[in-house]
C-alpha cells in the first residue's frame, strides 16, 4: 500500500519541475505558469490531496502551450491522464491517499486495480517524461522567465 503513495510523491516532486514558457513574457501564457509555479511551490511531498489541484493545472497550461512547447505538454499530459484514468479505474481519489497511508482501504477501492495505479505513477519518473519536464523548464526559464527548478 505505500507503493501508490511513494509513486504519487515522486510524480509531486517532478510536478513541480514540470511548467513552461510561452512566447512572450507577457503573454497569458507565461503569466498563468508563473501563478502555477506558486501553486507547485507550495505543494508538500508528504500531501498529494494537492495533487487533483496541480493536475488541473497541467492539462490547462497544456491546452495554452505555445507551438514550441506543445509536443512536451502533451507528453507531459498524456502522462497525467492516463494517471487519472488509472486512480478512477481503481475507485480511488488523491484525497483517499491520507487512508492508505494509515494502512486503511478506502470504500469502493478496487484493491486489484490499484497495481495499475502504481505502474502509471511510475510513467511520471519514465524517460519521455523527465524528458518532456526538462525541455518544459528550461523553456519556461528562457522565455516566461519563470525557475521551476
Known amino acids: 500500500m505505500k507503493t501508490p503513495l511513494a509513486l504519487a510523491s515522486a510524480a509531486l516532486a517532478l510536478g513541480v519541475l ?3 514558457g510561452g ?4 503573454s497569458d501564457y507565461c503569466k498563468d505558469l508563473k501563478s502555477a509555479s506558486k501553486q507547485f511551490d507550495s505543494l508538500s511531498s508528504s500531501d498529494v490531496s494537492q495533487l487533483d489541484e496541480a493536475f488541473k ?3 490547462k497550461l497544456a491546452d495554452e502551450s505555445p507551438s514550441d512547447i506543445e509536443s512536451d505538454w502533451k507528453t507531459l499530459d498524456g502522462a497525467i491522464t492516463t494517471v487519472e484514468k488509472a486512480l478512477k479505474d481503481a475507485g480511488l481519489k488523491f484525497s483517499d491517499f491520507a487512508k492508505i ?3 486503511q482501504i478506502p ?3 478496487d484493491v486489484a486495480k490499484l497495481q495499475d495505479v502504481a505502474k502509471e505513477f511510475s510513467s ?3 524517460a519521455k517524461f523527465t524528458k518532456a519536464s526538462n525541455a518544459i523548464e528550461k523553456h519556461a526559464k528562457d522565455t516566461c522567465k519563470v525557475n521551476l527548478s
Open 107 to 109: 470504500d469502493g477501492v
Open 18 to 20: 514540470a511548467g513552461c
Open 124 to 126: 511520471l519518473s519514465g
Open 23 to 26: 512566447s512572450d513574457a507577457d
Open 57 to 59: 493545472t497541467f492539462h
Open 101 to 103: 497511508q494509515q494502512g
